[in-house]
């Protein structure tokens, strides 16, 4: 079963966690796949939240399947620190945490999961996530939302210095007016609004990234089809010198997860 399966799954959605004889046949169809990493539990966000915060969706569930592609390959980068741009309900950071491992063992320091969200609301959800999904205190993966635009905490500090990227943007063409406000007026309307193209704050992030990638680093962005993914893949490229490809299509190549894996300094 794929996650995006499990998406459309109502067990996922806390809006109908009363209906027990559904969660539990749910419960046992997913069980049948034990390798799987788990999607997150989100159970600790309500409507209320989702009144202002993105539910994760086909969207967010691709992105967790493409990461979950190449967890031995990210396992194997020893990341320190990862950042999620645009964290929403947090349920990405705290996936990626359960792939790339605790923040501190043994009181040493391992990974460190920054996030942004331009949304007050979405800082708040995430940093519960972070506390629902938490491992074992000696395990613990510390989620740190900040609430802010892009990268542009941890920009200037940053430099060369960030081993993943994750980034799921407002993507659907938009007028650009809505893309504008929903940007100043920073909530629920930002989790998708992204102007002609739906490229209006992802190109702004591309400019961003070289300068945030580690020599090891990966960018693993979400985007549709209609935000022409071989436009994106060649500006990178052509402007950064960074290589990547499509890593994962669905449903029927509507979305797309973009992952830049090369840098040529
Ligand atoms: C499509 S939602 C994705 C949420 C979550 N990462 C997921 O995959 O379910 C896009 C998120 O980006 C945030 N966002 C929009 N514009 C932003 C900006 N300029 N800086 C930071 N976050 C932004 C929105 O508030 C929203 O939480």
Redesign the pocket.
């Known amino acids: 079963m794929i996650r995006s399966q499990q998406a459309s799954c109502p067990v996922f959605k806390p809006r109908i966690r009363d209906q027990p004889w559904l969660n539990e046949r749910l419960h046992q169809i997913l069980s049948r796949n034990p390798a799987m990493i788990p999607t997150p539990d989100l159970s600790h966000l309500t409507t209320k939240d989702y009144d202002h915060?993105?539910?994760?969706?086909e969207?967010?569930f691709l992105?967790l399947d493409a990461l979950e592609e190449d967890a031995e390959s990210l396992k194997n980068m020893h990341a320190s620190i990862c950042l999620?741009?645009?964290?929403?309900?947090g349920?990405?950071t705290s996936f990626i945490g359960k792939i790339l491992g605790p923040s501190k063992r043994n009181n040493w320091l391992f990974a460190v999961y920054l996030c942004?969200?331009?949304?007050p609301h979405?800082c708040n959800c995430t940093r519960l996530t972070g506390l629902q999904n938490t491992y074992l205190p000696i395990k613990k993966v510390d989620i740190n939302p900040v609430n802010?635009?892009?990268a542009t905490p941890f920009q200037s500090r940053l430099v060369h210095s960030v081993d993943v990227i994750?980034?799921?943007?407002?993507?659907v063409p938009t007028p650009e007016e809505e893309a504008l406000i929903?940007?100043t007026s920073?909530d629920?309307g930002?989790?998708?609004a992204g102007g002609w193209d739906g490229m209006r704050?992802t190109n702004?992030?591309l400019q961003a990234v070289e300068g945030l990638l580690s020599e090891k680093g990966r960018f693993y962005l979400?985007a549709l089809k209609e935000n022409n993914v071989p436009q994106i893949l060649k500006t990178m490229k052509d402007v950064h010198n960074l290589t990547g490809k499509a890593s994962l299509h669905r449903p029927f190549d509507t979305f797309v997860v973009v992952n830049i894996h090369e840098i040529n300094r």
């Open positions: 915060v993105y539910e994760p969706a969207d967010t992105f999620e741009v645009g964290s929403g309900s349920c990405v942004t969200d331009i949304n979405a802010g635009s892009l994750l980034f799921n943007p407002p993507y929903a940007q920073k629920i930002g989790a998708w704050v702004i992030f979400v």
